[in-house]
């Protein structure tokens, strides 16, 4: 397995997927279509945010979004991961984490001194981000009406 930037074409894969990505990382809360993905990803990657993507005989696997975000008290820019998602058929094989790995080196490399994530509460993303070492910092909480 390899874990790499994607070519233009991988991301179109990556930007189809998405809305599946999203749905399932939301806990089947939203379901966006493609064109919502756009108007979320491209302002990303505009500003400089990447994908890494994890590929084994030019079958993707799963993809992690990273890039930089400003922290919205004191204007410090961390790093950010904004999307990690490995295809049903590939899971539990520990593609997650070598995603994971490869996107804490990449930030790390560029500077910055801390990386953060969001995540639905429910998710079972959390007992991996937990065991590379991220905690809870702050919980968003809602109240349905």
């Known amino acids: 397995m390899e874990i790499r930037k994607p070519s233009n074409t991988e991301i179109k894969t990556i930007l ?9 990382g939301t806990m089947g809360r939203i379901l ?14 505009e500003k400089g945010c990447y994908y890494l993507i994890a590929i084994e005989n030019d079958k993707l696997l799963g993809w992690i979004l990273i890039g930089a975000n400003k922290d919205q008290f004191t204007d410090t820019m961390i790093g950010f991961i904004y999307e990690l998602y490995v295809i049903q058929e590939f899971r539990g ?10 996107a804490i080196n990449n930030l790390k490399n560029e500077g910055y001194s801390e990386i953060r994530l969001s995540v639905f509460t429910e998710n079972h993303a959390i007992q991996l981000y937990r065991q ?3 905690s809870e910092r702050n919980i968003t909480m809602s109240l349905q009406l």
Do not use: D, V, W, Y
């Not at 064109?35 to 990657?45: A, M, R, S, Y």
């Not at 094989?93 to 490869?102: D, E």
């Open 16 to 24: 189809k997927l998405s809305p599946q990505a999203l749905f399932e």
């Open 32 to 45: 966006p279509t493609e064109e919502k993905i756009q108007q979320l990803i491209k302002p990303l990657l």
């Open 93 to 102: 094989k520990g593609i997650a984490k070598r995603l994971l790995k490869s």
């Open 132 to 134: 590379m070492g991220f």
